[in-house]
């Protein structure tokens, strides 16, 4: 499913095409992708919200596939071994960024589905130091949800600065936030969740959350950290009204409407506000032992590729319990 020229996702967007089979470069890997998950940075992608650096663009990072032809000095991986692809696809790895550990940062990094085509596609290409054996623990359609909803779930959660014990507040509860309430349970925490969505709020009651509600009622007690996943920068007021003094509140999307003026109250007795950007390999490699260690189970639903269009308008709407995850091939 292709994009050619970006516009709401109601006037369908994404194109069903027949490109040529990519072929590896050196160091590189060839996937028969078998499933994509849908994400908020799709939406965005598709709907020119985000700047584009390259068109026509095939998007998709949440990338579940078998290796099935390899470059001349790709000797990671074998061919049928089951990898995942996530947001990250490549770095330079020799910016200030990357040497200090920040990679997430670099100054040239590209990502899967933006700079580089993604997994709306029966194949793609990816540098074997960038795809990840995936825990024998998910099948494929539940494993792909993991590699940008679970990852990104993963950094906020660890620069919300969490700990064992804490008291957390997920705003919004999409295919990231169900499965960072898992994992945050399962570490000790005790999970809020604050959803418009009444289907969202009995999911999120089911996956055993201390509390559901609207973020406007406000917590039954201070939270000792927050993360906003829905793209809303109305929500930044209400969860540094409703987290502790020296609390941190994670913004954990790639965009978000504008954040309202702040008083300074809010903001006083060193709450902390800060953003959430992409994710690094190590972040990946972290996340995926931990969700097999828990195990996290992953909500969704499936989707056939040449409904892509459909998939993101139903995500548009919070009408996803859950993840969406695009069936590439049988």
């Given at each position: 499913?292709?994009?050619?020229?970006?516009?709401?996702?109601?006037?369908?967007?994404?194109?069903?095409?027949?490109?040529?089979?990519?072929?590896?470069?050196?160091r590189?890997?060839?996937?028969?992708?078998?499933?994509?998950?849908?994400?908020?940075?799709?939406?965005?992608?598709?709907?020119?919200?985000?700047?584009?650096?390259?068109?026509?663009?095939?998007p998709?990072?949440?990338?579940?596939?078998?290796?099935?032809?390899?470059?001349?000095?790709?000797?990671?991986?074998?061919?049928?071994?089951?990898?995942?692809?996530?947001?990250?696809?490549?770095?330079?790895?020799t910016c200030?960024?990357?040497?200090?550990?920040?990679?997430?940062?670099?100054?040239?990094?590209?990502?899967?589905?933006?700079?580089?085509?993604?997994?709306?596609?029966?194949?793609?290409?990816?540098?074997?130091?960038?795809?990840?054996?995936?825990?024998p623990?998910?099948?494929?359609?539940?494993?792909?949800?993991?590699?940008?909803?679970?990852?990104?779930?993963?950094?906020?959660?660890?620069?919300?600065?969490?700990?064992?014990?804490?008291?957390?507040?997920?705003?919004?509860?999409?295919?990231?936030?169900?499965?960072?309430?898992?994992?945050?349970?399962?570490?000790?925490?005790?999970?809020?969740?604050?959803?418009?969505?009444?289907?969202?709020?009995?999911?999120?009651?089911?996956?055993?959350?201390?509390?559901?509600?609207?973020?406007?009622?406000?917590?039954?007690?201070?939270?000792?950290a927050?993360?906003?996943?829905?793209?809303?920068?109305?929500?930044?007021?209400?969860?540094?009204?409703?987290?502790?003094?020296?609390?941190?509140?994670?913004?954990?999307?790639?965009?978000?409407?504008?954040?309202?003026?702040?008083?300074?109250?809010?903001?006083?007795?060193?709450?902390?506000?800060?953003?959430?950007?992409?994710?690094?390999?190590?972040?990946?490699q972290?996340?995926?032992?931990l969700?097999?260690?828990?195990?996290?189970?992953?909500?969704?639903?499936?989707?056939?590729?040449e409904?892509?269009?459909?998939?993101?308008?139903?995500?548009?709407?919070?009408?996803?319990?859950?993840?969406?995850?695009?069936?590439?091939?049988?």
């Amino acid at each position: 499913m292709v994009l050619e020229d970006p516009a709401p996702v109601e006037e369908s967007p994404l194109q069903l095409r027949d490109p040529l089979v990519p072929e590896p470069a050196a160091r590189q890997v060839r996937l028969a992708v078998r499933f994509c998950g849908t994400c908020h940075t799709d939406l965005h992608l598709v709907e020119g919200e985000l700047s584009l650096p390259k068109l026509p663009i095939i998007p998709g990072h949440q990338i579940v596939g078998i290796v099935e032809a390899r470059g001349a000095q790709a000797l990671r991986f074998n061919e049928g071994d089951r990898l995942g692809v996530p947001w990250l696809y490549r770095t330079d790895g020799t910016c200030s960024y990357c040497r200090a550990g920040l990679e997430n940062l670099c100054d040239h990094g590209e990502f899967t589905g933006l700079h580089a085509n993604g997994g709306y596609a029966e194949y793609m290409v990816v540098d074997e130091d960038y795809a990840y054996l995936l825990p024998p623990t998910f099948d494929d359609l539940h494993a792909a949800p993991l590699l940008c909803a679970g990852v990104i779930g993963y950094r906020s959660f660890r620069l919300s600065g969490a700990r064992r014990g804490d008291r957390i507040g997920l705003y919004g509860f999409g295919a990231s936030a169900h499965i960072v309430l898992q994992f945050a349970q399962h570490l000790g925490c005790e999970v809020y969740v604050f959803t418009r969505s009444e289907a969202h709020r009995q999911m999120a009651l089911r996956l055993g959350t201390a509390w559901a509600g609207d973020a406007n009622d406000g917590p039954t007690a201070k939270l000792d950290a927050a993360i906003i996943f829905a793209p809303a920068g109305g929500l930044v007021p209400a969860a540094l009204k409703a987290t502790r003094k020296g609390g941190t509140v994670a913004l954990a999307g790639i965009t978000m409407s504008p954040i309202p003026q702040l008083n300074y109250a809010l903001l006083y007795e060193e709450r902390v506000l800060r953003s959430v950007a992409n994710s690094t390999r190590r972040d990946v490699q972290e996340f995926l032992e931990l969700a097999a260690e828990v195990p996290v189970q992953t909500e969704v639903t499936e989707f056939a590729l040449e409904d892509a269009n459909l998939a993101l308008g139903k995500l548009k709407q919070s009408a996803i319990n859950g993840a969406g995850v695009l069936q590439i091939a049988a």
